[in-house]
Every structure is written in structure tokens, then in C-alpha cells.
């Protein structure tokens, strides 16, 4: 073909061009000119849509998405729809009812129990990475606490509360032994029904937990960091005011966020050890029961509402939160 013919014919010109570009590749590249579709269920009705079979792992998540459907998002809208219905009609009574009188009491001792909790705990959590951080000798001691900061973490409800009355009840084992040293803990004030006491009971899961979320953070700190720092002539405290600190800032504030929602919704412990106690979890369950007078089974609904939108805003901020301690991660 002479050029006046690919001149005239754009086809045959445009399978010119295509077969110098295959042959300038790579023998070992191969191109992939397929569009990314988007995952999830879009990508799932994409793929249906346009006749071909969904991927294996496409397929793998249809049972989770069918159970978070309908043991999650299902109850949720419906306890949502019921909150600003109350009696058929279109309103928000109950939600401000939930937060007045003497639901406010809840509101507020369970604010004071997860904040403390999850301050406290969080700064011992933090403290123990930082002790544990470049740690060697002994080899036992790290994977020792590794493994019971995952199991304690996760311990709670009616054990961890059994175990704090056995150990700190009026007629606890600890109890007994500090008294007969002269040590009366009973005597003191100190009880596990009050907020102090839940916050102490609270703390044994709080810095586990706590621990597991910032330890790789805190490992992910660079020794050539802060080299360069004291290259620089950087004190310690100014290496950690504006370096360390804010490298470790959004996952400590984010470790913290879990450690008050964790605190906020726990309910077994809190009802084992105080079950009379004016806190949010509790709240609900007394109005759930039918304990209200005639006309006030919406307030039930609606504590939940508030307790989910609560919760949801700290799971954003949490992952906002994340998503700014990644990009260290990454560097």
C-alpha cells in the first residue's frame, strides 16, 4: 500500500498506526485497556446488567451484605422511622423528650463514664506502647502482652464484672486482704457502683484496647526522625511538641474516639455491677420493658436513636481520623 492509499483510506491508516504500537511494546508488557468498575453492590448489578458473571470475591460479600441488611440497617431505620412517628404522625416530642428530665441524668453520667475511660485508658495505652516501643529483652515479656491485650480487650460483661465483685465487692478476696492490713477500701467510699468504680472496672478492657490500636503507630515512629532532630539541636520535649506528637495525634484522638464509644454502649458490665444506675444502656432497657406510663413507648426508640447518632459521629470523625495517620503510615 503506497502512502497515497493510506492517505485516502483512515481506516487502513488507523491499523497502520495500531500494529506499530503493538510492535513498539514490550514482548513482556501486557496492557491492560479494561475500565474499573466500581465495587460493591453498583458493581454487582453493573456486572449483571451487562451479562457477565461476577468475580469470586464480588460473590463472597453478598452474605454480608444480605446480614448487615437485615440484622442492621433493616432494625435501625425501622427504630428511626418509629422515633419521628411517634403515634402516626410526623414529630420530634420523643427525641426531645429523651433528652429532658430525668433521661438527661443518663445522658450525662454516661458522657462522664466513657470520657473518663477513655482519657484515662488512652494515655495508658499510650504510655505502655511508648514503654514497649524498641523493646527486646526479655523476648517473653512483648509477645506476653500482645497476647493479653487481644484477649482483654474483648473480655467484658457479666465475667469482667463478676470477677471485679469477687475481687473489690464489700466481701471481695481483695477487699479482706487490704483490710486486714488496715486498709479499708469499703470504709474509704470507694465502690464498683459508682462512676468511679465502673470507670476502674471499665479501665481493664480501655488500655488493652488501646494499646492495640496506637502500637503501630508509635512502632511506625522512624528512628531517623529524631536523629535529625537532635542533629538540629531539638531537645526531646520539642522532638515530641513537633514531630512525634503530631505524627501520633490522629491515631492516639482516634484510639481514644473507640475507647468512648466502647465505654458509651457497653451495657452487661454496667448492669451487673449497678443495675438501678442512671446510665444510657440501662435507660433503654427499662423502657423497652414496658416501664413508662401510657402514651411514652416512643422514648425507648428514640434513646436508641440518639445513642446510634452518637455513636455514627464518632465512627466518622474515627475514620477521618485514620485516614489522616495513614498517610504517615504510607511515607
Do not use: C, H
Request: charged share 10%; glycine share 12%.
Amino acid at each position: 500500500m503506497t502512502g497515497t492509499d493510506l492517505a485516502a483510506d483512515p481506516t487502513a491508516r488507523a491499523s497502520r498506526a495500531g500494529v506499530g504500537a503493538a510492535a513498539a511494546r514490550p514482548s513482556g508488557l501486557v496492557v491492560d485497556d479494561t475500565v474499573d468498575e466500581p465495587g460493591g453492590l453498583p458493581g454487582i448489578v453493573g456486572r449483571l446488567r451487562a451479562g457477565r458473571r461476577p468475580s469470586t470475591a464480588t460473590l463472597a460479600m453478598i452474605p454480608f451484605l444480605a446480614f448487615v441488611g437485615i440484622f442492621l440497617i433493616w432494625p435501625m431505620a425501622a427504630v428511626v422511622v418509629k422515633t419521628f412517628t411517634p403515634g402516626g404522625r410526623f414529630g420530634v416530642s420523643t427525641l426531645v423528650r429523651a433528652v429532658t428530665g430525668p433521661y438527661q441524668s443518663a445522658f450525662t453520667n454516661s458522657l462522664l463514664l466513657a470520657g473518663a475511660s477513655a482519657v484515662i485508658g488512652g494515655v495508658l495505652g499510650l504510655a505502655l506502647a511508648l514503654a514497649l516501643r524498641g523493646l527486646e529483652r526479655p523476648r517473653w515479656l512483648r509477645p506476653t502482652i500482645d497476647a493479653w491485650s487481644s484477649v482483654a480487650s474483648q473480655l467484658g460483661g457479666v465475667p469482667l464484672a463478676f470477677a471485679f465483685v469477687a475481687a473489690l465487692g464489700t466481701q471481695g478476696v481483695l477487699t479482706k486482704a487490704l483490710a486486714a492490713v488496715g486498709i479499708d477500701v469499703a470504709g474509704s467510699g470507694f465502690s464498683l457502683s459508682t462512676l468511679a468504680g465502673m470507670t476502674f472496672v471499665y479501665l481493664y478492657f480501655e488500655i488493652p484496647l488501646m494499646f492495640l490500636v496506637v502500637a503501630p503507630a508509635v512502632g511506625g515512629l522512624r528512628t531517623t526522625w529524631r536523629e535529625a532532630a537532635e542533629l538540629m539541636g531539638a531537645s526531646p520535649a520539642r522532638y515530641w511538641l513537633t514531630v512525634g506528637g503530631p505524627i501520633l495525634a490522629p491515631s492516639v484522638l482516634g484510639g481514644m474516639l473507640l475507647l468512648f464509644i466502647n465505654a458509651f454502649s457497653a451495657y452487661a458490665t454496667a448492669y451487673v455491677l449497678n443495675s438501678s444506675g442512671q446510665l444510657v444502656p440501662l435507660a433503654i432497657r427499662f423502657v423497652l420493658q414496658g416501664n413508662v406510663i401510657t402514651g411514652e413507648q416512643g422514648l425507648g426508640y428514640a434513646l436508641v436513636t440518639w445513642t446510634v447518632a452518637l455513636l455514627v459521629a464518632g465512627l466518622v470523625l474515627m475514620n477521618v481520623l485514620q485516614r489522616r495517620a495513614a498517610r504517615w503510615s504510607r511515607a
